[in-house]
């Protein structure tokens, strides 16, 4: 049969698909590829900070342990006095002190330049022995991982970013899911083709990879909308009875500062709530002034840059006693300890981080495979077109 016109050449079309199913695959690509940097930067620095005190700890790993000589150890005041002696140009703010006898004292500090550091100490000597940037080089990821090291900007920017992933992932299972549950539906939908075109993979990458991950990867957005988001981080509290906003009320629970009041002694602290059942670490701040009147206390079983196992609460530094809170703020502070430690991967020690940081590659990953699968659909071919000339048979 002859033809006069150019005719286009093209595959069967497919059922057209539902309004609904449009809408999701058009929000889904869209939303995708304008806030994919955003999310690829979030995800890959909160998968970085997953294994920080793992990481720190390796790198003064020589520092971590001390001799047990049998001597009695040096009062924290005295190792904060030689410490401050030997560096005058420092100002330290926390230190952490252990159970174990073999273990060294840390103290984390502030440098002239304000990049924060750690520094181990030998309980017996009060000698140095290491100190390392890990902890300024964690501080900066986890600003990133916030606020784009924006501030403000930066919180809104990256808030706006977790909503839109939230919303991905939940249309992400709208389009993974077939609609029909074949044998080969099934293949595609739960098995990686390792051994098919790289276009191929990538899309499986994106697809099955998505779809396995999907509910830890929600855990990890939801946590992370409470911790930044106020509304919903007031709602969560108030459905737990908590109090929202710990360190602020702990300020306001400082006890008036009496002139002439002498300090209680911080080694009559560790030991009362140092050798508590469950208690192996403590962490306590080191006051700025000698007219600040309490200290911050985190007592448990491991203490971490930002997540810890055990309890928060506060002292006066003046009686050694524990400045009681309303019950509110104690089940607030839970409330955020536990949502911190999901968000963080602290919730069953390497196995919870393993998972975490495995999730994270994962959807750190998801922005990268989503934009190939847009980039390869748009560098597709147009259909070939048969000039009048050639015959086309019947």
């Not at 009559?268 to 007219?291: C, F, N, W």
Request: proline share 4%.
């Amino acid at each position: 049969m002859q033809t006069g016109s150019n005719q286009r050449i093209t595959p069967k079309q497919k059922k057209k698909s539902s309004l609904f199913s449009r809408i999701n695959a058009w929000l889904h690509l869209w939303l995708g590829l304008s806030s994919g940097i955003v999310i690829f930067v979030v995800c890959l620095t909160g998968t970085m900070f997953v294994f920080c005190d793992d990481i720190i700890d390796l790198i003064s790993r020589k520092a971590l342990t001390v001799q047990e000589t049998g001597a009695v150890q040096k009062k924290p005041e005295e190792l904060i006095a030689i410490f401050k002696q030997e560096r005058p140009d420092f100002h330290p703010f926390y230190f952490v002190a252990y159970k174990d006898p073999e273990r060294s004292f840390k103290i984390a500090y502030e440098d002239k330049e304000d990049h924060f550091h750690f520094a181990w100490m030998d309980p017996y000597t009060g000698k140095i022995l290491d100190s390392n940037g890990a902890y300024y080089f964690f501080y900066v990821v986890a600003h990133i991982h916030s606020q784009l090291l924006l501030h403000e900007p930066g919180n809104i920017i990256v808030e706006i970013a977790t909503w839109i992933f939230l919303l991905e992932l939940i249309g992400g299972l709208i389009l993974w899911w077939p609609k029909k549950w074949t044998k080969a539906t099934r293949e595609q939908s739960f098995r990686i083709k390792w051994n098919g075109k790289w276009k191929r993979v990538n899309y499986d990458l994106h697809n099955v990879l998505g779809f396995y991950s999907l509910l830890p990867a929600l855990m990890l957005t939801i946590t992370g909308l409470i911790i930044v988001n106020h509304f919903v981080n007031g709602k969560v509290h108030q459905a737990f009875n908590g109090q929202s906003g710990t360190y602020k009320a702990m300020r306001k629970a400082a006890p008036a500062y009496v002139a002439g009041s002498k300090p209680f002694p911080l080694d009559s602290i560790l030991l009362k709530y140092l050798h508590q059942p469950g208690v192996e670490q403590l962490r306590m701040t080191i006051p700025a002034k000698d007219s600040m009147t309490s200290c911050n206390v985190v007592a448990g079983k491991e203490i971490g840059l930002k997540g810890y196992n055990g309890r928060m609460f506060l002292v006066n530094r003046f009686t050694g006693e524990e400045v009681k809170m309303a019950d509110s703020w104690y089940n607030g502070e839970k409330v955020e300890n536990i949502n911190m430690n999901l968000h963080l991967g602290f919730w069953y020690g390497a196995v919870g981080k393993t998972i975490t940081f495995i999730i994270g590659l994962i959807c750190t990953s998801l922005p990268i495979t989503g934009f190939m699968i847009w980039w390869n659909r748009k560098k597709k071919k147009s259909p070939v077109r048969i000039s009048s000339k050639q015959t086309v048979t019947a």
